[in-house]
Every structure is written in C-alpha cells, then in structure tokens.
C-alpha cells in the first residue's frame, strides 16, 4: 500500500529548504526526519487550522518538524509515531524528577475524583505555602498563580504599590515572561539583534506587537554586571520602586561565580537605598539549590517569583512571596476599603486550584526531602557530557562545545567562521562594548550557527535524542546513564554526519 503524501505546508517546505541551503544530503536527512514522524506532522497540520500560539507554533522559533507526543516516563518521551526518545528538553528545565515522578503520580491520583476544583480553600494550599517558607531563607508569605510572568507582574505591583514609585530598574537581555517586564529590552529584543547603544543610556525598547510604546517609559533598563548598573541605581533611587534580577540570566551560565558576585553587589546597594530588589527565580528557584539563590548565592531578595518546578506534572502554579509586609499588600480583611488603600489585587479564579497545589506540594517535598543528593547524578552526567562533546570537537575539527550549568539551563551551540571569508558578515562582526555579557554572548547568534545548531537537533532525532529547537540540554535527576550514553552515541552520530554533509563547510 502507498503512503500517503507527508503534511508539510507552504511555510514548513520553505523553512526545511532553507535550512537545507541546497545541500541534497541535508534535505535527505529532513526528508527522513520527517517520514519517520509522519503523524506528528498530521497533528500539527491539523494544528494549524485551528491553534495560535500553540506548542507546535512557538514565537519566533516554531520548529519546522515539531514532535507530537504520547507518553512520557522519567527522562524518555514517545512520540505519536510510536517511537522512543531520550528527552533533553525536560520543559525548559521544569521537569528536574523526570516526567510523572511517582511520588507526584500518586499524589494527585488520591485526589482525583475527591478534591474540589477551582475557587475553594483547601489545607494543601497552607501545607504548600509552609514548604516553601521552609525551603527558601527569608520567604515569610506567598501567594499562588498561574505562570513565571504572572508572579514576576504581581511583584512588580507589590513594589509598586508599597514605594508608591513606577521606576523599575531591569537588565538588558534579560527575560521575564511574556507581560510587559519581560518583553522590554529581552534577549535580542526578540527581533533578531543585540540592542546597541551606550550602556549608561539604554534606550527602552519594546520587543513585540500589542505592547504599549508606554511601557519602556516604566522601566529603567541596566547593564548586567557593570558597576555602572550600580551607580545608575544610586542615581534614580528616588524614583525607583524596585530592581528586578534574573540571578544567572542565559549568558552568566557559565560563570556562575561573577552571577553570585553582582547579585551580592546589587543585594548591598539596593538595602542601602532601601529599594525592593525582586529575584525572578523561575529557573533557578529549587533547582540551583533546593532553597534556590538565598540558599546557592546567600543573597535574599525581598520578593522572589517561582515558576517551572512549582508546577507538579505541568499542571499551572507559580509563586510569588517575600517580605512579610510586602506580601501584605495583597491581604485583605474583605473590606472594600482596602481596595482604595493600595491593596494589590493577586486573583484569578484557577490560582491555587487544589489539583495544581497538590502536584506541586508533592514534588517540592520530594525535592526537600532529596536535598543535595537530587542534583549529585544530574551535575555527574552533565560533567560527562560537556567532556564527551570537547572530545568529539578536539577529534573532528568541529567548533562544537556545551555552554551552560548543569542544574540550569545548557544549550549545545557552534562557533563557525561567518560566512564571508573576510570576516565581513555584519552579524558577527565586533561592536562597541563587546565585553558586557549580555551583548558578547548574544552576538555569537550568528545565521550560521543557528543554522548549524537547528539542524543538529533535526539529525539527533534519528539518534533517539529530542532537544528543543536550539539544542537545549536540560537534565533531570531521572536520567540514567544508559540515558546519557544514548545522547552522547546520538551526538557523535549526528555531528560525524553533517561534518560528512558538509554542513561546517
């Protein structure tokens, strides 16, 4: 019987062509990507009739071929297709137990068919909050909601409200979620390029439709681990309701000692001035330590916003918390005076639904309970791993090396000539101020290594090994080694072939 004709729209040929750049031996390698995982491709045509912004339309970086999936168990998903992977994606560093941690299984199965759905009070809601308190060094409130950005846009109120100042100071290049603090001045400002400018006069730039122009107006953009940033801070302290950090934004992963550092120098100053400081700790909250940078850094924020991990099999819930009288903001005794007050409003009507409180509860007192000794194999692998690739790179010549933290994020990434061969390529050519961190790690975003990295996590998939569309490498305490030797078998396979296709050339 003959198959029938693969689904791939007008858009997916024209993207898999170009990644092929007329090269018969890559768009071979695409071809059988894509006849492998046919019903994938089916789900995600089908997906393009009706979804917008859904997981196979990613903003700016939809992948051409995206894996539909079935199942997923510890550090291994199955895709529609009905075939294994190792998966090195694990929900951008969500899923630090694996996928459907027993623990957490269980859990939320007692609860299914008991529990109430949303808009109730239940006691997991306090026995959450109490764990977290416990975990995190200097946390005396929380308050629950859906996602990072949620819990990054209520401390911003919080501060707001409490200063009765809108300043808030932010660092370029650094992304908090798709509200209005996480789409000025971004990584690239999302648009393809590394903002420029004087770095004592970083101009405010929105980094997407629907935004208000106004919102740049509210934020006092910084550079990240520049002294300058410090004394910007002293100079507008007065307008200043708060400082907002990531504390090992993407381009300090490899530098894990200089993040620990300005954080503590950001913490020193903003305590002197008296200016809230707020820690967005979607990605390092419970995974660089299990009471994340308080703990790792010794640095306590006066709020801090958790994302990512706090949602228990991916069910929504995110946290903000911190000072007790911060926090306060958000009490109320149910009068309607104190909505005249500066009370701040953190509510919606999902928040805290006892399905999502219990997944969460679950995994946290999992992670509490495993302590340092959670993060012992997974910094093991990781450590293998970047010495596998280093090996792989020194052997065939290849400028291949992985970047970033074990318990953070990691991303395999190339460093190939431009590609003209006088250097002329204006997208890697040196710019003023090369060596701020953000904008020297950025700018090594070339079309040509992007385009190397894209399509290395294409040819992996033939390995057995899913990573997202840059080749993140985000481990979980449930990888195994036999885990990790398929990665690093499906690597070197993966990285021999596009050699041998000419794919560096």
């Known amino acids: 019987m003959t198959a029938a004709p693969l689904s791939l729209g007008a858009d997916q040929k024209r993207a898999l062509n170009l990644l092929a750049a007329g090269n018969r031996d890559v768009l071979g390698v695409l071809a059988a990507v894509a006849t492998r995982q046919r019903r994938s491709l089916e789900w995600h045509a089908r997906a393009q009739q009706c979804l917008s912004g859904g997981r196979s339309q990613l903003p700016y970086f939809s992948p051409v071929l995206p894996l539909c ?33 027993p623990v957490v299984v269980a859990a939320l199965a007692a609860a299914l068919g008991k529990r109430p759905g949303a808009g109730y009070f239940v006691s997991q809601q306090v026995e959450l909050a109490e764990t977290i308190c416990a975990l995190v060094p200097g946390l005396e409130r929380v308050a629950f909601l859906h996602a990072g950005a949620d819990a990054i846009t209520a401390a911003v109120r919080l501060c707001r409200a409490a200063t009765r100042r809108t300043l808030i100071a932010k660092f370029e290049g650094c992304y908090h979620g798709w509200h209005e603090s996480g789409l000025v001045n971004p990584a690239l400002t999302w648009a393809g390029r590394t903002s420029e400018g004087p770095l004592d006069n970083i101009a405010p730039e929105v980094a997407t439709g629907g935004v208000s122009q106004a919102a740049g107006a509210e934020f006092l953009i910084l550079p990240y681990g520049d002294s300058l940033a410090l004394q910007l ?20 992963m490899n530098d894990l000692a200089g993040a620990q550092a300005f954080a503590q120098q950001l913490r020193s100053v903003t305590t002197e001035l008296g200016i809230p400081l707020i820690c967005d700790e979607v990605v390092t909250g419970f995974r660089l330590a299990p009471g994340g940078v308080a703990q790792a850094f010794g640095v306590q924020p006066d709020l801090s916003c958790f994302g990512k991990i706090t949602g228990g099999l991916g069910l929504p819930l995110s946290v903000v918390g911190g000072r007790a009288d911060l926090m306060n903001r958000a009490t109320t005794a149910g009068l309607v005076n104190d909505y005249v007050s500066q009370k701040v409003w953190i509510s919606t009507t999902t928040a805290a639904n006892s399905l999502s409180v ?38 065939l010549g290849v400028p291949l090396h992985l970047d970033g933290h074990p318990r953070l994020y990691s991303m395999l990434a190339f460093s190939l000539p431009p590609a003209d061969p006088d250097g002329s390529d204006a997208t890697a050519a040196p710019l003023p101020d090369a060596h701020n961190p953000a904008r020297a790690y950025f700018r090594a975003f070339t079309p040509i290594n992007v385009r190397a990295a894209r399509l290395l996590t294409l040819y992996l998939r033939l390995g057995g090994v899913y990573m997202e569309t840059l080749p993140t490498l985000d481990l979980s305490a449930a990888h195994t080694a036999a885990d990790v030797t398929q990665i690093s078998a499906g690597l070197t396979e993966a990285v021999r072939r596009m050699q041998a296709h000419r794919v560096f050339a």
């Open 69 to 101: 999936l079935e199942e997923a168990q510890a550090g291994r998903i199955v895709c529609a297709d009905g075939h294994d992977f190792v998966d090195a994606h694990m929900g951008y560093t969500a899923g630090i137990l694996g996928h459907n941690p």
């Open 233 to 252: 801070i002293r100079d507008h302290a007065a307008q200043l309701a708060g400082v907002l950090l990531d504390p090992v934004p993407r381009f300090m």
């Open 358 to 395: 219990t997944a969460s509860l679950a995994a946290l007192r999992a992670i509490a309970q495993a302590g340092a000794g959670l993060f012992a194999p997974l910094d093991a692998h990781h450590t293998h791993l970047k010495e596998e690739v280093a090996a792989l790179a020194a052997c």
